[in-house]
């Protein structure tokens, strides 16, 4: 669409534009026709649940290729009612396409110095609450503060979702940003409540 005038002025260089060649040696390869029989079944059997911060990278730091896992980004890693559902729909998808599996694993992994830690801050907790509406209440609960204990909060409260597959399984990590290297809090076990069809 063309712009008017007006608009020429605003517009700004994307910064996209400049890791396109990297799209484009992508393309070239051609790992992308390496795609797995159904797209919500991904090679390593993995969804990994981690942090925005782009120190905080699973394809890196767990040696991740194309495929290998499904990835979803919170502000430190947390599971909100907007993940809950999507590991939900995922985990419905392959009980409903794909029953035989393989089913996954949701690997919820929390990191060392965390920028979500800023919203410890009152001040600017109370200005991020005040401009957007979100409940400050739900904003003080958020911070990373001490990652192997928040992610253990985070697998628990995933675990105990009543709409994720009992045939999920959840599991907790902290990666150390300092090292490079991820810990395990707690292991894979079983998350939600067995639907009818697998209770009877």
Same mark, same amino acid.
Request: charged share 30%.
């Given at each position: 669409?063309?712009?008017?005038?007006?608009?020429?002025?605003?517009?700004?260089?994307?910064?996209l534009e400049a890791v396109l060649p990297g799209n484009a040696a992508f393309a070239a390869k051609g790992d992308w026709r390496n795609e797995p029989r159904l797209p919500f079944l991904p090679y390593k059997g993995l969804y990994v649940i981690t942090c925005v911060d782009p120190r905080v990278d699973p394809f890196e730091f767990l040696g991740l290729g194309f495929a290998d896992a499904i990835v979803g980004r919170t502000v430190g890693g947390r599971i909100t009612p907007a993940m809950i559902q999507d590991v939900a729909y995922i985990g419905y998808l392959v009980e409903q396409k794909a029953p035989e599996g393989p089913y996954f694993e949701v690997a919820i992994i929390h990191h060392t110095q965390c920028g979500s830690r800023l919203l410890e801050d009152v001040e600017l907790r109370h200005g991020f609450a005040?401009?957007? &509406?979100?409940?400050?209440?739900?904003?003080?609960a958020l911070p990373a503060t001490g990652p192997a204990q928040t992610v253990r909060a985070d697998v628990e409260l995933l675990r105990a979702a009543p709409q994720i597959s009992a045939r999920t399984t959840v599991s907790g990590h902290v990666y150390d940003v300092a090292t490079g290297l991820?810990?395990?809090?707690? &292991?894979a076990q079983g998350a939600g409540l067995a639907t009818p069809a697998a209770q009877s």
């Open positions: 669409m063309p712009t008017s005038p007006d608009q020429e002025g605003l517009e700004e260089e994307s910064n005040e401009r957007t &509406g979100y409940d400050e209440q739900v904003l003080a991820v810990t395990t809090v707690i &292991g």
